[in-house]
Structures are given as structure tokens and as C-alpha cells.
């Protein structure tokens, strides 16, 4: 029978690899470096619009997605997206003087999107 000490010895030391920066692993991945594009550009249209808006609404108001069918703003409730709503020419006017190319902007109901 084998000694107890033997059997609970640890495994033998293994070697781990140094740990990939999150910005060099998005680089090698071409639809991670796309997914990175489209969060920065969604994120760049915002702080464009953001100015045009009034102080009480720019709070509320969060970048989403940004895919081949258009542009998500995130809004917390039905009323801030029906007051957002009557911005989207002010939203748009923004867009295209910053040089985007307008396709649709929709508006998400996201209950934490506020904050």
C-alpha cells in the first residue's frame, strides 16, 4: 500500500502562459476587431448628438448597437424614448454634419440603460 504522503503530493508545477492584453487578442480576431469598430463608432455618435440634446435626456441616454441596419440608442422607459423620439432631427442633423452615413436609428427600451 502506498504511503498517504505519496498519494497527496501536488501535481508538478505546470507553466502558464502570460496573459494576452484584451486589445492584442481583438487584433487577431478579425470579427472581434469588427465588434470593436462598430462598439467605438456607436459610442463616437453618441458624444456627436450628445450636445444637440437637453441635459435631462443626454443623462438617459446610452449607446447600443450599431450593425448594417442602423444605430440603437438605449433608453429606461417609454418615456424617454417617446421624448427622444422628437429629437431624432435633431439626432440625425448631428449625424450627418459629424459625416456619418444615415441608414435608421431605432430606440431600445432597456430599464437599466439610464443609469
Do not use: C, F
Not at 448631428?94 to 441608414?103: K, M, N, T
Amino acid at each position: 500500500m502506498a504511503d498517504y504522503t505519496e498519494t497527496m503530493k501536488p501535481p508538478a508545477s505546470r507553466s502558464v502562459p502570460a496573459a494576452t492584453p484584451l486589445a492584442d487578442a481583438l487584433g487577431r480576431e478579425s470579427v472581434l476587431v469588427e465588434l470593436q469598430r462598430r462598439i467605438e463608432e456607436s459610442t463616437l455618435r453618441l458624444q456627436a448628438v450628445q450636445g444637440r440634446l437637453p441635459p435631462a435626456l443626454r443623462a438617459q441616454l446610452r449607446a447600443g448597437p450599431l450593425d448594417e441596419n442602423g444605430w440603437t440608442l438605449l433608453v429606461p422607459s417609454n418615456a424617454v424614448a417617446a421624448k427622444l423620439r422628437q429629437w431624432l432631427p435633431e439626432i440625425e442633423a448631428a449625424l450627418r454634419q459629424a459625416g456619418w452615413h444615415l441608414s435608421s436609428i431605432r430606440i431600445r427600451i432597456q430599464p437599466n440603460a439610464g443609469r
